[in-house]
């Protein structure tokens, strides 16, 4: 029954006669089942094709339907929760270890590409006990990834950006056990893993301040308002300097970023604003990279003219501002199975069905919005 639905709905919308039909909807069958039909937003019973059709059918020229289907055949990227494990499992091996075995090499004065030797050395054993992975949002899934970490510690993770003192006291004392003490003394941590799923911009993570235009620090020599670093990294390092204060972190401990996805266009920034804002020894990898090829606007111009048209202003806030081809300009075709980037263009995640005063636009894979007008 959902089948004939299914084909009566784009049928109608599309216009496709019974032959088209017939060629067209094995395929999305297929990717509704392997991967489009776990998103996360979708509600009890909704399924990928009939809002597929829903979807389409907002838009009233049929040239831009038959854009708007192209896109998602041809365009289309999702992360599948399969996708996801995989690239967490490869964190271990393809970015902590190698992160490591470059400072056993540059502290034994060794060739990075001596892999075992690296390895077999104490202090690469000493360090990955010495390092403290930390989990920047739910996303980094520090249960998956303590899971494909068997040689790691569970006293090395720690969820959130901001921890107690008890807390990383505990942790650190259990370093010390570890290192042969009996437990009284703590020991202090070596290296800092800061671990997320996902940076299209990568101003979630370390970002200049707007200035406030009342009662803003002014530079005397400049007469301009002071502009500070803000975001989840300088959240950190309030922590981590007071876990320095107390002990538990050897003062100016080096950190890398670990990201399971980021777009070229973060990776770029991260480095250029983390050597700009104090965080110089710090380094930023990803287990997988989106180049700025994907992006819409460069690949398939009609689509970008289609969310620039269709864009709803009720969407736009102070958080975001208006992202017609998605925050920050990204432009990516990508929906994660969790929830849908804002970084992606907007016809994809942008759903105002439920919002006054809106164009009641539909959305393909609607976003769970962090800052809604209806959640204080």
């Not at 996360?40 to 059709?53: D, I, T």
């Not at 970490?149 to 921890?163: A, K, R």
Request: net charge negative; proline share 7%; hydrophobic share 35%.
């Amino acid at each position: 029954m959902r089948d004939e639905l299914a084909e009566r709905l784009l049928s109608r919308v599309m216009g496709w006669d019974r032959t088209e039909v017939k060629a067209q909807l094995p395929v999305l069958q297929a990717l509704s089942l392997v991967k489009y039909d776990e998103y996360g937003n979708y509600g009890p019973g909704v399924k990928f094709v009939e809002s597929l059709a829903a979807w389409l059918n907002q838009f009233p020229e049929e040239d831009d339907r038959r854009v708007a289907f192209e896109f998602v055949m041809d365009e289309l990227v999702f992360v599948s929760e399969t996708q996801i494990s995989h690239l967490i499992n490869l964190v271990p091996a393809e970015i902590v270890a190698p992160v490591l075995r470059a400072r056993v090499a540059e502290h034994a004065g060794l060739p990075t590409y001596r892999i075992s030797a690296l390895e077999s050395n104490p202090e690469f054993d000493r360090l990955r006990r010495a390092s403290l992975i930390v989990g920047a949002s739910d996303g980094a899934r520090l249960d998956r990834l303590r899971r494909s970490s068997p040689l790691l510690s569970h006293e090395q993770f720690v969820q959130g950006t901001t921890w107690n003192d008890d807390q990383i006291k505990s942790m650190s004392k259990k370093l010390g056990e570890a290192q042969g003490g009996d437990g009284s003394e703590p020991a202090p941590f070596e290296h800092v893993f800061l671990v997320d799923d996902f940076y299209g911009s990568g101003r979630t993570l370390i970002r200049e301040s707007e200035p406030e235009a009342d009662g803003a620090k002014e530079d005397p020599a400049e007469g301009e308002p002071e502009v500070k670093p803000d975001g989840k990294l300088v959240r950190l390092q309030d922590s981590l300097d007071r876990a320095t204060e107390l002990g538990y972190l050897v003062p100016d401990a080096p950190g890398t970023v670990v990201l399971y996805c980021a777009t070229e266009q973060a990776l770029a920034h991260l480095e250029a604003e983390l050597a700009n804002h104090g965080f110089g020894n710090w380094r930023v990898r990803a287990a997988m990279t989106f180049p700025q090829s994907s992006k819409v606007d460069s690949t398939n111009p009609a689509m970008a003219d289609l969310c620039r048209r269709f864009a709803d202003p009720s969407t736009e806030d102070d958080h975001k501002g208006f992202t017609p081809i998605g925050y920050s300009d990204c432009a990516l075709p990508l929906v994660l199975p969790h929830n849908t980037p804002n970084n992606s263009v907007c016809l994809l995640w942008m759903d105002t069905r439920d919002r006054p005063n809106s164009a009641k636009l539909r959305a393909l894979f609607p976003r769970y919005e962090r800052h809604h007008p209806d959640r204080p």
